[in-house]
C-alpha cells in the first residue's frame, strides 16, 4: 500500500469555465463541510495511480478538495497477480460478462480476503474515528467493515456496472455483497442509479456522475500547432523529428521525452489526413477489434481518412492484468485486414511513466481528431467522451451506461444503439466525415454539454450534498 501526492487547487480558476456563482457555491459547501467534519479527513481508496478512469477522476478531484480545506488522502492498495485476475473477473461480471470464464467460488474469496486483510492493517493506523474512507470499485470493497472497525464513515463508490441483469452480474454482485453490507457501509454511490443492485438500500443510494478538469495535462487548451508537433514527435504524425514541448502544472516547460509505440504498414500520415481516433484501455469491453474492424468496412468507400486505436503502455496499468492479451488480440486482427484497410489503421500505446506527458499526449490525439469513437460493448460511464466533447469533438458512441447520460443522439454526438452493427458505425463515420458542417455545429453544443454537467464543481457539489447526509444520519 502507498500514498499517492497531489497538489492543491484553487476552485476559484474555475471562473475561467463556469459562472461566478457556481464557484461561489462550492466554496460555501466546503466552508460548511470544514465545520462539519470537525477536523476529520477524508481518505480515498483504489487499486492504481496511474491508467483508467478511477485514478483519472481522483486526480481531478481530490486537489480541489484540498483547495475547499478539507483534509483528503489516497492510499492505493497492493496486491498480486492472481488478486487482480480475480478482481478483473469481478468487473467484467458487474459489465454483465464471463469475462476470462473463471470462477468466483469461495478459492477465489479467501484468496480475495488475505491480500486486503494485509492492506488493511497499513491503512488502519492511517484512519481515525469519525473519518470518511471512500473505497472505489470492487478491489478495496473488502475493506469495508475493518474501516467501520477503525470507527471511520465508510463509502463505497462503483465505477462500473451494467442498467440489466444477467448471469453473470448475479454472480458478481452475490460475491462483493457480503463485504457490502448495510452495517459496514455509510452510502453507496454510483454514476448510474441502475447500475446498483437490490440489495443496496434506496436510503443510502446516490447518484453521482464523474467529471473531467478542464486545467489538466488532459484537457488544458493546445493550439493546432502545438497537437500536430506532439503527435509528430511521438511518431503518430509525419513531421518533425524535433521533440515537442509542453507545459507542466507547476508551470515549467519539458519537451516530450518518449515516443509511442506504434505498429502501421507506411509513414504516418499528414497532419491534414482526416483521423478517427479511440483511445481507451487495451480491454475487451471497449471493442478495439470491433472499432478496427468496422473502420475497415467503411475505407472502402473513403479515399482519406485513417484510424488510430490508442490506449496505454499495458505494464504500467497494475490493475489490469487483460491488457496484453486484448492488445495482442487487436493486432492479430490489425494483421488480418486486407492491405488497403491495414495501411490505414495505427495502433498505438502511449508511454506512461510519466502521468502528465502521458495525459498531453492523449490531449492532442483527441484535439486533432476528426471524430473520437468510443463503441464500448458496456460502460460505466466513458471520461474519454466527456474529455472530447469538451474538445469539441465530435463522438460516435455506444448508447449504454453513462455513455447515454453524456450525448444527445444526434445534437451533441452520435449514440449507436446497438454497438456490435458494425455496419451502421460504418455508415454514422460516412454520414458524419462526409459534413464539415455538422461536426463544427456538433462540436459546439458537446463542449456546451460538458460545461454544464460534467465539470469539477458540479460533482463536488453532489459530494457535499452526500456528506452532509451522512453526517446528519450517523452521528458519528
Known amino acids: ?27 460555501a459547501d466546503g466552508k460548511r463541510l470544514r465545520a462539519a467534519l470537525e477536523g476529520a479527513s477524508v481518505i480515498c481508496v483504489n487499486s492504481t495511480e496511474t491508467g483508467g478512469g478511477v485514478a483519472e477522476m481522483l486526480q481531478v478531484l481530490l486537489p480541489y478538495v484540498r483547495g475547499v480545506g478539507i483534509d483528503t488522502r489516497w492510499l492505493v492498495i497492493e496486491g498480486d497477480e492472481r488478486f487482480f485476475t480475480i478482481t ?57 467493515a475493518a474501516m467501520r472497525d477503525r470507527g471511520a464513515r465508510v ?3 462503483c465505477h462500473v456496472g451494467t442498467d440489466g441483469s444477467n448471469e453473470h452480474s448475479v454472480i458478481g454482485w452475490e460475491f462483493l455483497g457480503r463485504y457490502l453490507e448495510p452495517a459496514f457501509v455509510d ?20 447518484e453521482i ?34 521533440a515537442a ?37 487495451w480491454d475487451r469491453l471497449k471493442d478495439m477489434p470491433g472499432v478496427l474492424q468496422g473502420f475497415a468496412d467503411y475505407v472502402v468507400h473513403d479515399r482519406d481518412s485513417q484510424l488510430v486505436l490508442a490506449g496505454p503502455v499495458v505494464s504500467a496499468v497494475a490493475d489490469d492484468p487483460e491488457g496484453a492479451a486484448v492488445l495482442e488480440e487487436c493486432w492479430e486482427a490489425w494483421r488480418r ?34 471524430i473520437v469513437v468510443q463503441k464500448s460493448l458496456a460502460e460505466g460511464f466513458g471520461l474519454t467522451v466527456s474529455e472530447a466533447m469538451y474538445k469539441r469533438r465530435p463522438v460516435i458512441g455506444s448508447a449504454i451506461g453513462g455513455i447515454s447520460d453524456q450525448i444527445v443522439d ?65 452521528g458519528r
Not at 502511449?350 to 476528426?370: F, S, Y
Open 1 to 27: 500500500m502507498h500514498e499517492v501526492t497531489f497538489p492543491t487547487a484553487d476552485p476559484r480558476v474555475l471562473t475561467k469555465v463556469v459562472r461566478a456563482d457556481r464557484v461561489d457555491s462550492l466554496l
Open 88 to 144: 478483473k473477473r469481478l468487473h467484467n461480471h458487474l459489465y454483465g460478462t464471463a469475462g476470462d470464464g473463471g470462477d468466483l467460488g469461495e478459492d477465489e474469496h479467501t484468496h480475495y480476503e488475505a491480500v486486503l486483510r494485509t492492506n488493511a492493517t497499513e491503512i488502519a493506523s492511517m484512519v481515525r474515528p469519525g473519518d470518511f474512507v471512500l473505497l472505489h470499485d470492487p478491489q478495496p470493497a473488502g475493506l469495508a
Open 155 to 157: 463509502v463505497w463508490r
Open 187 to 206: 452510502a453507496y454511490v454510483f454514476s448510474r442509479r441502475a447500475f446498483a443492485p437490490s440489495w443496496v438500500p434506496d436510503a443510502l443510494l446516490h
Open 209 to 242: 456522475p464523474p467529471s473531467i478538469d478542464p486545467f489538466s495535462a488532459k484537457n488544458k487548451d493546445l493550439t493546432p500547432d502545438e497537437t500536430v508537433a506532439i503527435l509528430s514527435s511521438v511518431g503518430v504524425l509525419s513531421g518533425t523529428e524535433r
Open 245 to 281: 514541448q509542453y507545459q507542466r502544472s507547476d508551470g515549467t516547460r519539458r519537451r516530450i521525452e518518449r515516443g509511442a509505440d506504434v505498429v502501421r504498414t507506411g509513414p504516418a500520415p499528414a497532419p491534414d489526413v482526416p483521423l478517427v481516433v479511440q483511445v481507451s484501455r
Open 337 to 370: 485486414l486486407p492491405h488497403h484497410a491495414r495501411r490505414r489503421v495505427a495502433l498505438a500505446c502511449i508511454p506512461m511513466a510519466d502521468v502528465e506527458e502521458n495525459a498531453v499526449i492523449v490531449n492532442a490525439l483527441q484535439r486533432h481528431a476528426t
Open 410 to 474: 444526434g445534437e451533441s454526438g452520435v449514440l449507436l444503439r446497438d454497438p456490435t452493427d458494425l455496419g451502421v458505425f460504418a455508415e454514422r463515420l460516412a454520414e458524419l466525415l462526409g459534413a464539415p458542417a455538422r461536426l463544427t455545429t456538433m462540436g459546439v453544443l458537446a463542449h456546451e454539454r460538458v460545461v454544464h454537467n460534467f465539470l469539477p464543481d458540479t460533482q463536488l457539489g453532489r459530494w457535499s450534498q452526500l456528506v452532509s447526509r451522512v453526517l446528519d444520519s450517523t
